[in-house]
């Protein structure tokens, strides 16, 4: 058993099976990460400098995607070092500390997208409440609570995580610090962590994942009773692109977390993995504004 202490470390094998894969997933990687850096800082800067864009979706935009720029940078510098050098590596530390913030950042996305929902629900369904219900104020109390909520959970699942004993091979067969695959280097019975983490889990994806489903309802049925097609369009704009965000994060979320860690292949589960953490941060601001006329409009008013 290793007493895990500071001067301890971990290799990540990642993509360490394909050798001959490496170079072109540092490539793809690197091109995907730097798409979501200007992605979402232009999103970020934009909403921020447009008087126009100051209303509830946009600043919880701004929200998804500095979140999208956090979760990102807590692991993928990491691993395009380890795709581009022999070395894979990664200290005690800052495993602990990867651990956390991809957790963390990753429930916080979870309950986000569900907010972000409900005010797509107030806009279409309760118009004339629109600003009462979505004030200011509240906004910025919802935010703060994705953002509390998401890294109280993964402080308890951390702190459990590494109260794990672990046997004497350091190998995480994954691309980062991930609770899942640190389970499997235990020498005890991890069966009670699996299961805290499968309910937590639960709670932090799927009951978001109902509301949003509850919220996309009541939206459709007050679509299919709209008369305007302008209102109509409008609606499948912003609605069928936040759709798509959440589906594009929660599905390979639900095949990763809603499963017992020996259940997946851990092969698959990489690629699965690489696909939300890396593809989808960087999809998020496209889907938002390509076809968005806010967006256009704020682009047209700051170009003069």
């Not at 701004?62 to 692991?75: A, P, R």
Request: with cysteine; hydrophobic share 50%.
């Amino acid at each position: 058993i290793i007493n895990a202490s500071s001067e301890d470390y971990f290799i990540l094998l990642g993509f360490s099976d394909w050798p001959q894969l490496e170079l072109v997933l540092f490539v793809v990687i690197l091109m995907f990460y730097l798409m979501t850096l200007i992605g979402n800082l232009f999103i970020i800067i934009l909403s921020y400098l447009d008087s126009h864009l100051h209303t509830p979706m946009y600043f919880f935009l701004s929200n998804l995607s500095f979140l999208d720029l956090c979760y990102t940078t807590s692991f993928i510098p990491q691993l395009l070092v380890n795709l581009w050098g022999p070395g894979k590596t990664i200290s005690y530390t800052g495993c602990m500390i990867q651990l956390y913030f991809v957790l963390a950042l990753g429930c916080t996305e979870c309950v986000l997208l569900m907010v972000m929902s409900y005010d797509r629900y107030a806009a279409v369904c309760r118009p004339l409440h629109y600003t009462v219900l979505m004030h200011p104020r509240f906004c910025q109390l919802l935010a703060v609570a994705c953002w509390v909520s998401g890294f109280t959970n993964s402080a308890l699942h951390s702190f459990f995580t590494f109260l794990v004993p672990l046997c004497g091979h350091r190998q995480v067969d994954h691309f980062f610090c991930e609770v899942p695959a640190l389970f499997r280097l235990s020498c005890v019975d991890t069966r009670v962590n699996e299961l805290s983490l499968m309910v937590t889990s639960s709670i932090f994806v799927l009951v978001p994942l109902i509301l949003i489903l509850s919220s996309y309802g009541a939206i459709a049925r007050a679509v299919l009773r709209m008369q305007s097609t302008t209102g109509l369009q409008k609606v499948f704009g912003t609605c069928g692109a936040h759709l798509m965000v959440v589906s594009l994060f929660y599905i390979p979320v639900m095949c990763i977390y809603l499963q017992p860690p020996s259940g997946n292949s851990q092969d698959q589960g990489k690629f699965i993995a690489l696909f939300y953490t890396v593809v989808t941060p960087s999809l998020n601001p496209l889907i938002y504004t390509l076809r968005n006329k806010d967006v256009r409009g704020a682009v047209k008013r700051l170009m003069g």
